[in-house]
């Protein structure tokens, strides 16, 4: 399905989250193209549902490949790095964060996309993700590239939405295939 | 000898790619395999005992070489002819998928000091040279003692990883600036 239709096929129960979606992606003013595209896909790979990811990724395509690979590569290392750094800030044990995570990240100096873009769908996955110390870093680091407040929130509203539709999706596929079994 | 810091020098040597006579012999020069790190590691002599297996395991590790974007480079002081003599002679040399260099004036061995200097052919040296051209690491073994190659890669690993994640930030530093 596309990603109209998977919005629209939301059920009544989830209507707040179908119109959020529809306004945020539909009439988006305050992110670029490719910051949007960027965020929707790499929220929807962090919310882990197949076919909001598959949707996402189809609407996506028209944004140049590098824009969708980039952001691809922002869920995936976001992926890694939330999980870790989010456990050494968890824990009391303060030495965790001075031991080296030797954790290859590279993507996140090859992506290929623009440093903000880049850096707007690290914060849209981390705060899927729900990891604080890379949620406050990458907000930092966008702040000092000059990208404002209302610009971040645009990203991580988008981020929460896509989210909800997500668990939403799943909780329906499940239905389903209860019905179907 | 040349060590961590410092470029790795110029050079231009032919070198054995094959054991196949017509397609076998190329030049090979500093300035190849651009934006690649490079692998370089030397053996005294062609057709003695310890080399083969230490040649044949990085073979065998070249596409791990190769995922992180690395170049494996072999040489010693002996002629490309004799190089391919050896890959067609030993079984494990035959489909070797890296070249090995011909340093026969030891003009690189020597630029790098790593002539042992009683027998006057390399010493077991391997450098890791990183996409700029700077030597990142060195080992230097005796003439009889093999390498590891699974440690190369280990360091080529470390070598390679980053925390670009400003993730990593504490209180009161300055903050990361990825290239």
Known sequence: MNLDALVEALPAYAKDLKLNLSSLVRNQTELTPSQLWGTVVASAVASRNRELTQAALAEASVQAPEVVEAAKSAAAIMGMNNIYYRFTHLVSNEKYRSLPARLRMNVMRSHGASEVDFELWCTAASAVNGCAACVDAHERTLREKGVTEEVVAAAVRIAAVIHAAATVLDAEQAVAAAASA | ?179
């Open chain 2, 1 to 179: 000898m040349l060590g961590v810091g410092e470029e790795f020098p110029v050079y231009s040597l032919k070198a054995t790619v094959s054991t196949d006579l017509k397609k076998a012999f190329t030049t090979l020069t500093h300035q190849d395999f651009a934006g690649k790190w490079k692998v370089y590691f030397f053996w005294p002599k062609d057709f003695t005992f310890v080399c083969p297996t230490e040649i044949a395991a990085f073979g065998k590790l070249n596409s791990e070489f190769e995922s992180r974007d690395a170049v494996v480079l072999g040489g010693s002081t002996d002629s490309e002819f004799v190089h391919l003599a050896w890959r067609q002679h030993h079984e494990d040399l035959k489909n070797l998928p890296f070249p090995m260099l011909a340093d026969i004036k030891r003009e690189l061995c020597e630029t790098l000091g790593i002539l042992d200097a009683k027998e006057g052919v390399a010493l077991r040296a391997t450098y890791i040279v990183d996409p700029q051209g700077i030597i990142r690491y060195v080992s230097v073994n005796d003439l009889s003692v093999g390498r590891n190659p699974q440690e190369i890669l280990r360091v080529l690993d470390a070598l390679q990883t980053d925390e670009l994640c400003p993730c990593n930030w504490q209180k009161g530093q300055a903050t990361l600036h990825p290239a």
